[in-house]
Structures are given as C-alpha cells and as structure tokens.
C-alpha cells in the first residue's frame, strides 16, 4: 500500500497526469510532449510528493518517461493489456486517474525494462532488420522488372545480386556494349559467355532500365547504411565475447542471430529458469482451464516480435543438422503438430537450452567432446567522428550550394 501515486496517460503529442492518494484525492494536469514540459512534469510529480510514477508501455512513448524519473521515484511501466483487464473496459481508453488507482494499490504488474545501453542496441538491431527487409523487397522489384522483360538473367546466376550479376546489371543500366561487359566479368563466369550474350541480347526499354537504376541505387545505400549499423552493433557487443560463444556454440546459431539475442533478451539471469524465459519470449501456449478441463491453444506471442522471429529462424537453421539432436525431436513432433507447431516446439527448446548454457557459464556440445567450430567475432572500427572545424565547413558549403540551387536566391 502507498499513500501517493502518480498515473500517466501517455499519447504522441501530450501527457496527461494524475496524483491520487489514499484520500481520494484527485489532482490532474496535461503537459506536452517537449523538453521543457516534461521537467515541469518531474517538478510537479516531486511538488506532490508522490511515492511511484506509473505509465503503460505505449509505443516508445514510456521511454523518456522512464528515463525522467529513472533513479529518483520509481517507475512502473504496465503492460497495456494488463491494465486494460483490470479496468473492465473493452475500449482501449484507459485514463490516469485509473492508472494512478492501480498503481496506489500496486496492481500493474511491472514490466521488465532494460537499461539503457541494451535498448541503443536493440533499436540498432531492429532498424538493421527493418533494412534488410526492405532491401529484399526493393531485390525482388529488380527480379519482376527483369521477368516482365523477358530478361532472364536468374537463369544464368544463382544470386542475380552476386558479384557477377552485379558486373551486368551495372553495366546495362549504364548502356555499356555487351562485349565490354563480358569483359569485365570474372574469369570464372566467362566460361558461359555464350549463356550470358543471349540473355544480354534482349533489349530492355529506357522505362525499364531507368527502373533498375533506382533500384539498384537505393538497394546500394541500403548497404552502405547497414554497414554503418554493424559497425555499431560491433561496438556495442564488444565485451560480451564469451557470451557470443556460448551463443554460437548451439547449432543454427551464427554472429549476427547471437548478437540480436543478446539485444532482445538482455541479461539472461534475470529470468529464474529457461521456461520463464520462454514464456516471456511468448513461446508457450494459451492455457484455458475451468475445473477439470484443460484446453491449450495457440502460443501467446506475448513479448518480443523480433526475439520470437530470430527463435524461429534458429530453429529452422537447426533442424536442417541431420545429425543434431533437435533434427531427431523435430522429426518426433512434426507427425502429431504439424511442420510449424513443431518449428515452435524447436525454437522453445533451443531457448530453454541457452538458459541453461548461459546461465552455467557453459558451452554446447553434440556429443562428449564435439563442439560446434567456433566462430569468427567481427572486430570493431572505431568511427570516424568531424571535429568542429570540418562540421563547420560542411556546413558552409551545404549553405553555397543551397544557394547556388535556388534560382532566386530564397532562404
């Protein structure tokens, strides 16, 4: 019990706030969502004495929040569905006066937030993903322009994005002859000029062409930027070596799935047993029971989207190790649940396993002395960061050249 509480509806452009105490006693204000609000959202919770700050986990907008508060009085983030069974409500409207009555009675169980430094690391890793995925999509734009064109290059590369089929499509996008892109392609994949010459003997209109040089373009950026993304990932991971090879100890599991797990879930031995864990990751099953009746239904998905993503991914990558022992339950549980069911059931045992792994300080073995060869770990480049001098003349020069770009010379 706790004598004052502070509720926190959060919306994008403002905040309302709420102090209740044992009294009854309702105080309400609206701030907005700007720096200088949002201290004097931390001098009029502290005027009023309150002893926790409660919010829902509402998009990022608990973030600032959280880290306002974090230190001072604490703070506890809910799980909106939490709340909202609580209150009884089928809207999604939940206002903080309630807010602020759960928390008086602690009621809102808390969410798990992490620290600052893995949520940097997390956003890094999810944008990453984000990038990648729209690379695939801008990747298969370039495969329908090729397609609707009759120009079958998919037929002569294996990967049309390889350094080979990079040679060509750069070179037909720039009008270069087809002799000098034979030319220019590697000693290897000239062996099958002949194959290659057909394809390029296929014309391409200038609508066509002008679309792939777009493509080709943006998907060329989007390289460069998820370079620049790693090369922060890197960093961030930098310590956490021995943690990256108990990781990548277990089958399926490589640098890029280890580090996104470390992302996601954190600090391993927060949780008191792997299938807390699981259960947190959202890889358990809905249980519905009312007296002797047990139904169990679809898992809960309740957590990470992206923890649950990259489980399943490693669960596919592990089942394809025909003499791994997750091969051998896979094909145990693929009969009675079916190929996806089944996939789960992998990716919630995989997590209970690294639990355990890295909670024992322990690495995976197949068998007694067979270990997995270990991985190589990406060495971090320190970024190059402008020193005052050199912003300050990009600066200038941006200036001239919007200048120069502007016919009338507008500001």
């Not at 001072?72 to 983030?77: D, E, L, N």
Request: aromatic share 6%.
């Amino acid at each position: 019990m706790r004598e004052k509480a502070c509720g926190l509806d959060l919306h994008k452009k403002f905040i309302v706030a709420a102090v209740v105490d044992q009294d009854g006693t309702v105080a309400e204000q609206r701030f907005s969502r700007t720096q200088t609000d949002l201290l004097l959202l931390k001098d009029w919770v502290s005027y009023h004495g309150c002893e926790v700050v409660a919010c829902e986990s509402t998009s990022d907008y608990w973030v600032q929040v959280y880290d306002l508060f974090a230190g001072q009085i604490p703070v506890i983030v809910g799980n909106a569905r939490d709340i909202k069974a609580l209150s009884h409500k089928k809207t999604d409207r939940i206002d903080a006066v309630w807010i602020a009555k759960l928390a008086l009675h602690d009621l809102i169980p808390a969410s798990r937030v992490p620290d600052r430094e893995q949520r940097d690391l997390r956003a890094l890793i999810r944008l990453r993903k984000f990038l990648v995925e729209k690379r695939t999509d801008l990747k298969n734009q370039v495969h329908h322009i090729l397609d609707s064109c009759l120009f079958q290059l998919a037929k002569v590369f294996s990967d049309i994005f390889g350094a080979s089929g990079m040679v060509v499509l750069t070179g037909i996008t720039e009008g270069k002859p087809v002799e000098e892109i034979l030319a220019s392609l590697p000693k290897r994949t000239q062996k099958r000029g002949e194959e290659i010459r057909r394809v390029l003997e296929t014309t391409l209109s200038e609508t066509a062409i002008v679309r792939l040089q777009t493509c080709l373009a943006l998907i060329k950026e989007m390289d460069s930027q998820i370079a620049i993304i790693m090369q922060l990932v890197h960093q961030c991971v930098t310590g956490k070596k021995r943690l990256i090879r108990i990781l990548t100890s277990m089958p399926g599991i490589g640098y890029l799935a280890a580090v996104t797990l470390i992302a996601e879930i954190g600090d391993f031995t927060d949780f008191s047993s792997g299938d807390k864990l699981a259960s947190w990751a959202g890889l358990v099953p809905t249980v519905h029971q009312s007296a002797d009746h047990l139904r169990m239904g679809s898992i809960t998905k309740r957590g990470s989207r992206t923890l649950r993503w990259i489980c399943v991914e490693i669960a596919h990558a592990a089942v394809r190790t025909r003499s791994s022992r997750f091969y051998a339950f896979f094909t145990r549980k693929v009969g009675q649940l079916g190929f996806g069911k089944a996939i789960v059931a992998v990716a919630r045992k995989i997590l209970t396993i690294l639990w355990h792994l890295v909670v024992n300080d322990e690495e995976y073995e197949e068998q007694e002395g067979n270990r997995k060869r270990e991985i190589r770990i990406p060495k971090a480049k320190q970024p190059k960061f402008l020193t005052l001098n050199e912003m300050l003349k990009v600066l200038a020069e941006a200036n001239i050249f919007l200048k120069q770009s502007d016919p009338h010379g507008g500001g």
